[in-house]
């Protein structure tokens, strides 16, 4: 059988190209262009994949496959990616098929393309106000409107629609390439997590009360369900990619490790502290990166995120290969809605349980990073005031004001620090 392969696009330029050589071993040939457009060594696609003269293998064990985790990162999970996989007609494991159905529209300014096809402006399907109901009050069965196929990805196990917000207010429908501008999450069914995307975008506005960059997102109802719309961070009001890669890429880890083992802790330290490293040396402000980092972590620890992971932390990367933090998403105070999700999806400071970490276990953990003991202590104190005055001046939504009241508890057992009244 020949070798299947794909070209991957970086800002509109052609900067390497796919192939799979064996089966589920991956292959990457960085261009002439990319050579000549960022240099070698030059970490603008990836923190994990420098651009090289020489190709970038998959091993033969699976911590060594950073072509494949990093392409990995792209795709869906769970319920998502059975259905792209059953519309392409590609086994769900199929990592090159199910890129070249959805390729054209990835998380970042990245675009993966057949042989002979070129980045374009893609076009956009005007939907009904009856087709974008149905699509998505009817999630995870996709009812999606006639003569359409899904040609946009994004990680994640949630069920999702990437959608263009059009100027008169209505939504289109990406096709070949064209941009999406806002990700719609409905309540998931079948009583997983009640009130979970409504305490998200709470979660979300108590990270912007506070002065913490956060996605941005509205509620809407579909045909009597609810759902989140985000905002994308990485598209411009214009429609323009931003690149971007979560946690696990800039690893070169696997999304199926996106939860930090103990085992991996012990063997490499802690994952942020990796991640911060390497991301603030290549940072135009390395301290303010460490900050907000560090104002990400305290934010997901005080509300109860018990699902902050590698997959729901983001770096921004610029064409230069200068890296930011992206806002934070993802976020909602799952510890709060059951009991059972208490885990930090980090370790920090050898925690990872949410209900343990104290002020002096973010400090050590902003502290190992590079930041000096004091101003990681002062950054994680001002945190937790500036985020306890928005969780009481911003309102949870009907039905789940009962987290507050579980919030403050567990304030008050940790001791951590409260805004003083006016």
Same mark, same amino acid.
């Given at each position: 059988?020949?070798?299947?392969?794909?070209?991957?696009?970086?800002?509109?330029?052609?900067?390497?190209?796919?192939?799979?050589?064996?089966?589920?071993?991956?292959?990457?040939?960085?261009?002439?262009?990319?050579?000549?457009?960022?240099?070698?060594?030059?970490?603008?696609?990836?923190?994990?994949?420098?651009?090289?003269?020489?190709?970038?293998?998959?091993?033969?064990?699976?911590?060594?496959?950073?072509?494949?985790?990093?392409?990995?990162?792209?795709?869906?999970? #769970?319920? =998502? %990616? !059975?259905?792209? *996989?059953? /519309?392409?007609?590609?086994? +769900?494991? $199929?990592?090159?098929?199910?890129?070249?159905?959805?390729?054209?529209?990835?998380?970042?300014?990245?675009?993966?393309?057949?042989?002979?096809?070129?980045?374009?402006? #893609?076009? =956009? %399907? !005007?939907?009904? *106000?009856? /087709?974008?109901?149905?699509? +998505?009050? $009817?999630?995870?069965?996709?009812?999606?409107?006639?003569?359409?196929?899904?040609?946009?990805?994004?990680?994640?196990?949630?069920?999702?629609?990437?959608?263009?917000?059009?100027?008169?207010?209505?939504?289109?429908?990406? /096709?070949?390439?064209?941009?999406?501008?806002?990700?719609?999450?409905?309540?998931?069914?079948?009583?997983?997590?009640?009130?979970?995307?409504?305490?998200?975008?709470?979660?979300?506005?108590?990270?912007?009360?506070?002065?913490?960059?956060?996605?941005?997102?509205?509620?809407?109802?579909?045909?009597?369900?609810?759902?989140?719309?985000?905002?994308?961070?990485?598209?411009?009001?214009?429609?323009?990619?931003?690149?971007?890669?979560?946690?696990?890429?800039?690893?070169?880890?696997?999304?199926?490790?996106?939860?930090?083992?103990?085992?991996?802790?012990?063997?490499?330290?802690?994952?942020?502290?990796?991640?911060?490293?390497?991301?603030?040396?290549?940072?135009?402000?390395?301290?303010?990166?460490?900050?907000?980092?560090?104002?990400?972590?305290?934010?997901?620890?005080?509300?109860?995120?018990?699902?902050?992971?590698?997959?729901?932390?983001?770096?921004?990367?610029?064409?230069?290969?200068?890296?930011?933090?992206?806002?934070?998403?993802?976020?909602?105070?799952?510890?709060?809605?059951?009991?059972?999700?208490?885990?930090?999806?980090?370790?920090?400071?050898?925690?990872?349980?949410?209900?343990?970490?104290?002020?002096?276990?973010?400090?050590?953990?902003?502290?190992?990073?590079?930041?000096?003991?004091?101003?990681?202590?002062?950054?994680?104190?001002?945190?937790?005031?500036?985020?306890?005055?928005?969780?009481?001046?911003?309102?949870?939504?009907?039905?789940?004001?009962?987290?507050?009241?579980?919030?403050?508890?567990?304030?008050?057992?940790?001791?951590?620090?409260?805004?003083?009244?006016?």
């Amino acid at each position: 059988m020949p070798t299947r392969r794909l070209n991957v696009w970086l800002y509109g330029i052609h900067v390497a190209r796919l192939s799979e050589p064996r089966p589920f071993r991956l292959r990457m040939d960085f261009t002439t262009d990319a050579l000549d457009a960022f240099g070698e060594g030059s970490r603008v696609l990836s923190l994990s994949l420098p651009i090289s003269r020489e190709p970038v293998f998959d091993g033969k064990r699976r911590a060594d496959n950073v072509v494949s985790a990093f392409l990995e990162g792209l795709l869906p999970e #769970g319920n =998502v %990616r !059975r259905h792209l *996989a059953t /519309e392409a007609n590609v086994p +769900v494991t $199929d990592t090159m098929g199910l890129l070249r159905k959805v390729g054209a529209e990835c998380a970042g300014a990245i675009q993966i393309l057949p042989d002979g096809v070129e980045p374009g402006d #893609g076009r =956009v %399907r !005007r939907l009904t *106000a009856e /087709e974008v109901t149905r699509l +998505v009050a $009817d999630l995870p069965t996709y009812h999606l409107p006639d003569g359409t196929t899904p040609q946009a990805s994004l990680a994640g196990i949630q069920d999702k629609v990437l959608l263009v917000l059009l100027p008169d207010g209505s939504w289109g429908w990406p /096709e070949d390439g064209a941009p999406s501008t806002h990700i719609i999450k409905p309540e998931p069914l079948g009583g997983a997590l009640q009130q979970l995307v409504q305490t998200e975008d709470w979660a979300l506005r108590v990270a912007k009360h506070a002065r913490i960059a956060a996605a941005e997102s509205v509620l809407t109802r579909f045909d009597e369900r609810d759902a989140i719309v985000v905002t994308r961070y990485d598209r411009t009001k214009s429609g323009l990619r931003l690149h971007q890669e979560d946690f696990c890429q800039a690893l070169g880890l696997d999304p199926q490790a996106k939860y930090e083992s103990t085992a991996e802790f012990q063997r490499y330290g802690s994952r942020l502290r990796r991640v911060a490293r390497a991301a603030a040396a290549r940072s135009r402000d390395p301290d303010a990166f460490r900050t907000a980092l560090l104002e990400a972590v305290t934010l997901n620890v005080v509300i109860g995120n018990g699902d902050a992971h590698s997959k729901n932390y983001s770096l921004l990367i610029d064409r230069v290969g200068s890296v930011s933090l992206a806002p934070v998403y993802d976020a909602a105070p799952v510890m709060h809605l059951d009991a059972r999700y208490k885990g930090t999806g980090h370790i920090i400071n050898g925690k990872t349980n949410i209900d343990g970490i104290d002020v002096e276990d973010l400090a050590n953990e902003g502290a190992s990073w590079g930041m000096s003991m004091r101003r990681a202590r002062t950054t994680t104190e001002e945190s937790m005031e500036r985020l306890h005055e928005s969780v009481d001046r911003v309102p949870l939504p009907p039905g789940a004001e009962y987290v507050k009241a579980r919030l403050k508890s567990l304030w008050l057992r940790r001791s951590w620090p409260a805004a003083t009244p006016n």
